[in-house]
């Protein structure tokens, strides 16, 4: 189908707004009924009451970390662009995951810096720590970079259409508002990014929940155990310790992060257990059959002990939103993520599935890298997506990141690498770090013809940075003989990147 987005735009420019095209009489009196119930809200498109489409060069479906990305870099380049979201604008990263995480773990870490704060000769008499209050300081966060994401949106022209996605025919995105009117808009290309949800799915008022379940309460548990040691279990295990729960987490593989580096699981398993959270490894733990019950016993421990946790968190895994996207009428594939090709394009060549929805590699630094290849490829760009490359990070006490190939992946694969290792006390660029210095420790894997760094894992503060140079490094093709001579500021934990790196030598 080609668009005339010409025509189209003009009918958008003179369009009336804030008429009503009543899909069913029901929905109709819904709308009705709403309209003397709610405000106005002016951020709900509406069809014209001559049924002509509002017609975009790019409709986005899921405002999250790929569907933002790519919204606002389309508008950047001058698309027209429509961003439909059926909840709050930013999606799991603002209000369930990443910066939700992180919001909390900043409350962790400031009450046990108040506790320290004796060695850099501070004394704080009376300190007063509550969930509530962790909760309302995550949620204001969660809130204003919500809204900075609209007010980036609306800068840039981006329509911003509340309520549910779907496709409606190759061109046609149909949005239902929240009294069941229906809107259709029309687009050259779509984008899906509607993300995903747990697996585990909790029955209201049970004490097995999920991770989004466990940030909409503000009432600490006293005993939490943890079904599932990826780094959702794995950082909600440090956060609910730091504030002072009982935490036991249980994973069925024989350590923690099974997909990270070995360093990493063993380094992650010994913070947390340093810090008194328990580890059940190898336990496999039936989650569909457990007591529902407050105060059951759930499982047996090794010395014949039964734990009785008042909460469970299954952070087991996540499943695509992918339901009523009317996917299987345009033959796109999902099983159950959605299928697509190297420019994340699915078997319709103008519909486009980034993010978490694709299941390639879910992770914010992930959908915002798809978000790019996606745009450009309506740009008629060629560059393609690689999970290979994508640094990660795992927000533990200290920091982990890691980038390109593990050393048991190299294995795997029988590719001839070489590795190196450093474990360093630094003083960084952080000035406590005069007075408490901070353990940094490196991994670089690099091709043994080539010696080109391929993979990097680090552990320490500032991991995150760190990970950054190492990135730049391995897309720049340098070998470790050009990373230890490159001039580097001092002191920084970069140094201990580039200590490692001279190893090879
Ligand atoms: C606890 C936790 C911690 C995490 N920590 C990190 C981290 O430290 N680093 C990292 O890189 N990643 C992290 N992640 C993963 C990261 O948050 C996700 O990979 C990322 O948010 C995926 O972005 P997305 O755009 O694909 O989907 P989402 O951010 O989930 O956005 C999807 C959006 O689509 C909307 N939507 C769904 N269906 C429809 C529809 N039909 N119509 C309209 N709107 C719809 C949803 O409401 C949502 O707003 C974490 C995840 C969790 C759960």
Redesign the pocket.
């Known amino acids: 189908m080609v668009l005339a987005l010409s025509r189209g735009f003009a009918a958008h420019a003179s369009r009336p707004q804030g008429v009503i095209r009543f899909e069913q009489a029901f929905s109709g009196l819904k709308f009705i009924f709403g309209l003397w119930c709610e405000p106005a809200r002016d951020d709900i498109a509406v069809n014209s009451r001559d049924n002509m489409m509002e017609n975009y060069q790019l409709a986005v479906?899921?405002?999250?970390?790929?569907?933002a990305e790519a919204a606002l870099l389309a508008a950047k380049n001058g698309f027209r662009v429509a961003l439909?979201?059926?909840?709050?604008l930013?999606?799991?990263?603002l209000h369930?995951?990443?910066y939700?995480?992180r919001a909390l773990h900043a409350s962790g870490r400031m009450f046990r810096e108040f506790l320290g704060s004796g060695k850099f000769g501070i004394e704080a008499d009376l300190l007063r720590n509550s969930l509530v209050d962790w909760m309302k300081s995550q949620r204001a966060a969660s809130n204003r970079l919500a809204d900075e994401l609209k007010a980036d949106l609306e800068k840039l022209g981006v329509k911003i259409l509340s309520?549910?996605?779907?496709l409606a025919g190759q061109h046609i995105v149909r949005v239902t508002g929240e009294w069941g009117d229906n809107t259709d808009i029309e687009a050259e290309h779509i984008f899906i990014?509607?993300?995903?949800r747990p697996d585990y799915r909790s029955t209201p008022g049970s004490r097995i929940i999920n991770?989004d379940d466990l940030i909409q309460r503000i009432d600490p548990p006293s005993d939490l155990l943890v079904v599932g040691g990826g780094?959702?279990g794995c950082?909600?295990a440090a956060i609910y310790r730091q504030f002072g729960c009982q935490v036991t987490v249980a994973e069925q593989a024989e350590r923690l992060l099974p997909s990270w580096d070995e360093t990493v699981s063993k380094h992650v398993a010994s913070q947390l257990t340093a810090s008194g959270v328990e580890l059940m490894l190898g336990a496999e733990i039936d989650v569909k059959n457990l007591p529902l019950e407050a105060g059951s016993p759930i499982v047996t421990r090794p010395d014949g002990s039964e734990m009785a946790p008042d909460l469970i968190l299954v952070a087991t895994g996540?499943s695509p939103?992918v339901e009523?996207?009317g996917l299987e009428a345009l033959g796109i594939a999902a099983k159950p993520f959605i299928e697509v090709d190297a420019q994340l394009r699915t078997a319709q060549r103008h519909i486009f599935a980034?993010?978490?929805?694709n299941g390639l590699n879910?992770?914010?630094?992930?959908?915002t890298a798809q978000a790019r290849v996606a745009c450009e490829a309506i740009t008629g760009g060629d560059s393609i997506f690689s999970s290979r490359w994508v640094p990660?990070?795992?927000?533990t006490d200290p920091p982990v990141a890691a980038v390109g190939w593990m050393e048991h992946e190299a294995e795997v694969a029988d590719f001839n690498v070489e590795v190196q290792t450093e474990s360093v006390k630094l003083v960084t660029s952080d000035n406590r770090t005069v007075v408490e210095p901070s353990l940094t420790q490196v991994k670089l894997i690099v091709e043994q013809q080539t010696r080109q760094l391929r993979g990097c894992v680090i552990i320490g503060q500032q991991a995150s940075e760190v990970i950054n140079v190492a990135a730049l490094a391995i897309q720049s093709g340098l070998n470790a003989r050009d990373i230890s001579r490159l001039l580097l500021v001092h002191p920084s934990v970069s140094v201990a990147f580039q200590r490692c790196a001279a190893k090879f030598a």
Do not use: H, P, Q
Request: charged residues 25%; aromatic residues 6%.
């Open positions: 479906i899921g405002s999250g970390s790929g569907g439909i979201e059926k909840e709050r930013g999606g799991t990263r369930r995951g990443c939700a995480v309520g549910t996605g779907s990014s509607t993300g995903s991770s780094y959702v950082e909600f996540r939103n009523s996207l980034i993010g978490d929805v879910m992770l914010d630094s992930s959908a990660r990070y795992l927000d």
